[in-house]
Nanobody, 127 residues
Framework: QVQLVESGGGLVQAGGSLRLSCAAS????????MAWFRQAPGKEREFVTA????????YYADSVKGRFTISGDSAKNTVYLQMNSLKPEDTAVYYC????????????????????WGQGTQVTVSS
């Protein structure tokens, strides 16, 4: 069983930055694929970014590429999402997700491929 706890959301003006954190427990950090998804009101949960620690590879949605960065600290079992140049359309509840494995495939951009979820943290970007 994996427990995920997010923190770091809040209100920021367009063009600003926020860093989200997701603390994982219950499994060895390096044995997990980890990701961030987001869900805006009235919309489906969408893939934002993911990381495979085993391969040292990161993956991003086109909408956030160049603005968002996923990283991690294995000593703290924590994954981060650094969000820069935020836009009002980035407003959503952001969720941390984890799944056993080492290989990220295109199908894992679907939320139903992930078995472990955090409670979510609200990010609001004002114009």
């Amino acid at each position: 069983q994996v427990q995920l706890v997010e923190s770091g959301g809040g209100l920021v003006q367009a063009g600003g930055s926020l860093r989200l954190s997701c603390a994982a427990s219950g499994r060895t950090f390096s044995s997990l694929l980890m990701a961030w998804f987001r869900q805006a009101p009235g919309k489906e949960r969408e893939f934002v970014t993911a990381v495979s620690w085993s391969y040292g590879s990161t993956y991003y949605a086109d909408s956030v590429k160049g603005r968002f960065t996923i990283s991690g600290d294995s000593a703290k079992n924590t994954v981060y999402l650094q969000m820069n140049s935020l836009k009002p359309e980035d407003t959503a509840v952001y969720y941390c997700a984890a799944e056993s494995g080492h290989v990220f495939t295109a199908s894992m951009k679907l939320s139903n491929r992930w078995g472990y979820w955090g409670q979510g943290t609200q990010v609001t970007v004002s114009s």
